[in-house]
């Protein structure tokens, strides 16, 4: 039951990045580019504070992945936060968790994985889910472009993880990410003289979310991912679009329509599918 609730939490947890993010930039409170800010120095200092605070101290994981971490972790940002500008909560989630399992899988195809057929299977369908999401015309419920830039996110986000695969201490690893992230951000500020800023209640939005949601959300969860294992870990994080959703409907009133269903049912049911293997093979 404990692993279950920490497990839980740490959805939520994930899921009211999306929540935070739309009420702060969706209702204008804050602009994209000051909530990632915002969320990036939150996030690294509460994670340098849990390294601190750590019997180990601040453990420095090395050089490899750090680029390609840092760099992940930047797109991922400011592609997410770019696109609640103009994407409905649930929609948000959902186009980040299928794109983010698409880019892994591509991760292992690189890497020379064996890909069993049910993988494939489930690829397709979360593709198919994605394309019903993503397409335009008639009934088209979301901007290709906000839509776009959240696929955006998603890719930054695979690829992060990807580069932290094999880590020995994740939370170390994510620490000296987010911290390294922030000077390059600083450095990139100044030069395109971009000023940052936003209302209290925006700006508090962005806090919470980097400290809380992020720094917390993410130690959390590394913390209970190895007694889940790799298949149930995988499983669970099925819940985030749900419950995003579901957060979006009953904090901001947005909708949910058919077209969001009918994809949403295919990205989940296919990533399920794609897991059902490690998940056997793990003895989850």
């Known amino acids: 039951m404990r692993l279950f609730l920490l497990t839980a939490l740490a959805m939520c947890a994930f899921a009211a990045n999306s929540v935070l993010n739309r009420m702060a930039v969706g ?3 804050i602009d994209p580019v000051s909530f990632a800010v915002v969320r990036l120095v939150a996030g690294a200092v509460m994670l340098a504070a849990l390294m601190a605070l750590r019997a180990r101290g601040v453990v420095w994981p090395g050089w490899r992945g750090r680029l390609a971490g840092v760099g992940g972790l930047l797109v991922y940002l400011f592609g997410f936060s770019t696109a609640y500008a103009g994407l409905d909560t649930g929609s948000g989630a959902l186009i980040l968790f299928g794109v983010v399992q698409v880019t892994m899988f591509g991760g292992a195809l690189v890497s020379g994985d064996a890909v069993p057929r049910l993988r494939w299977v489930g690829l397709g369908l979360a593709l198919t889910g994605l394309a019903v999401l993503l397409w335009p015309g008639p009934g088209a419920m979301l901007s290709l472009r906000h839509g776009m830039a959240m696929a955006a996110a998603g890719v930054g986000w695979g690829i992060y993880s990807l580069a932290g695969r094999g880590a020995r201490d994740a939370v170390a690893a994510t620490a000296w990410n987010f911290g390294l992230a922030v ?7 100044a030069v395109a003289q971009v000023p940052v800023g936003g209302s209290p209640a925006g700006l508090g939005l962005a806090v919470v979310s980097g400290a809380v949601a992020s720094g917390l959300g993410y130690a959390l ?4 991912v190895p007694a889940l294992g790799a298949g149930r870990a995988a499983v669970a994080q099925l819940t985030v679009p749900v419950i995003a959703a579901g957060a979006g409907v009953v904090l901001l009133g947005e909708g949910v329509g058919v077209r969001l269903v009918v994809s949403g049912g295919c990205v989940l049911a296919g990533v399920a599918l794609a897991s059902y293997r490690t998940r ?4 989850s």
């Not at 000077?183 to 500020?189: D, H, N, R, S």
């Not at 969860?221 to 209970?224: E, F, K, L, S």
């Not at 056997?280 to 003895?283: K, L, M, Q, V």
Request: proline share 6%; charged share 5%; glycine share 16%.
């Open 27 to 29: 209702q204008g409170l």
């Open 183 to 189: 000077p390059v951000v600083a450095v990139g500020l």
């Open 221 to 224: 969860w590394y913390a209970v």
């Open 280 to 283: 056997r093979s793990s003895g």
